[in-house]
């Protein structure tokens, strides 16, 4: 299978909104499947941040979300923050119980 | 608390094989999935597989088939994932996660979900002559 396909770079002042976009083929993204996505600072395990394309874990702050359109995932931060530098990854389920992640997008706090 | 906690570093010659633990505790271990996901230096994740700890059944990604095997010992709650006849391409760290899954109803359409929400903190390995 093939990664998601992800920016691999956005960047934003604080207060800012930013989003990043995950975009897949109808076998994952863009099927009847909903999309996670994962914050991961430098050195560190990945953390879950919004599952089941838009529910936050609990302790995940509700600047985070996340939407579908077609075979594009997005996930949306709002009134950025300095902690909010870090690297953001999309993952989907895939056809054959397999999941797939994107590549990547690392998130720069201006 | 619920946590995943992985065993050490490894050192691994160009050839030879590593087997990765993952001890799980504060949940049922076999209620869950296991994956596996990696990380190379300076590079994305990359999902490797996942393991049902209650059945033992498997899925592997594509790249990875034929060469790594995930097993378990549920009198211990531990995951383990064997990857053999390494490369100095392996050289990464090894995640394991508890893997959540399940279908969702949205205006009479099932929709799937998978996610994993407890990681452990990664195990470094090493391929190097």
């Known amino acids: 299978q093939s990664d998601l396909t992800q920016p691999a770079s956005v960047s934003g002042s604080p207060g800012q909104s930013i989003t990043i976009s995950c975009t897949g083929t109808?076998?994952?993204?863009?099927?009847?499947?909903?999309v996670s996505w994962y914050q991961q600072y430098p050195g560190k395990a990945p953390k879950l941040m919004i599952y089941?394309?838009?529910k936050r874990p609990s302790g995940v702050s509700d600047r985070f979300s996340g939407s579908k359109s077609g075979n594009t995932a997005s996930l949306t931060i709002s009134g950025l923050q300095a902690e909010d530098e870090a690297d953001y990854y999309c993952?989907?389920?895939?056809?054959?119980?397999?999941?797939?992640f994107g590549g990547g997008t690392k998130l720069t706090v201006l | 608390q619920v946590q995943l906690v992985q065993s050490g570093a490894e050192v691994k010659k160009p050839g030879a094989s590593v087997k990765v633990s993952c001890e799980a505790s504060?949940?049922?271990?076999?209620?869950?999935?296991i994956n596996w996901v990696r990380q190379a230096p300076g590079q994305g994740l990359e999902w490797m597989g996942w393991?049902?700890?209650?059945?033992?059944?498997?899925g592997y990604a594509q790249k990875f088939q034929g060469r790594v095997t995930m097993t378990r010992n549920t009198s211990i709650s531990t995951a383990y994932m064997e990857l053999s006849s390494l490369e100095s391409e392996d050289t990464a760290v090894y995640y394991c996660?508890?893997?959540?899954?399940?279908?969702?109803?949205?205006?009479?359409?099932?929709?799937?979900?998978?996610?994993?929400?407890?990681w452990g903190r990664g195990t470094t390995v090493t391929v190097s002559s």
């Open positions: 996660a508890r893997g959540r899954k399940g279908t969702m109803i949205v205006v009479v359409i099932p929709y799937y979900y998978y996610y994993m929400d407890v």
């Open positions: 504060g949940y049922t271990f076999t209620s869950y999935d």
């Open positions: 393991m049902n700890p209650n059945s033992g059944n498997t």
């Open positions: 109808s076998s994952d993204v863009g099927s009847y499947k909903f």
């Open positions: 089941e394309g838009s």
């Open positions: 993952c989907s389920y895939a056809d054959s119980s397999t999941s797939v």
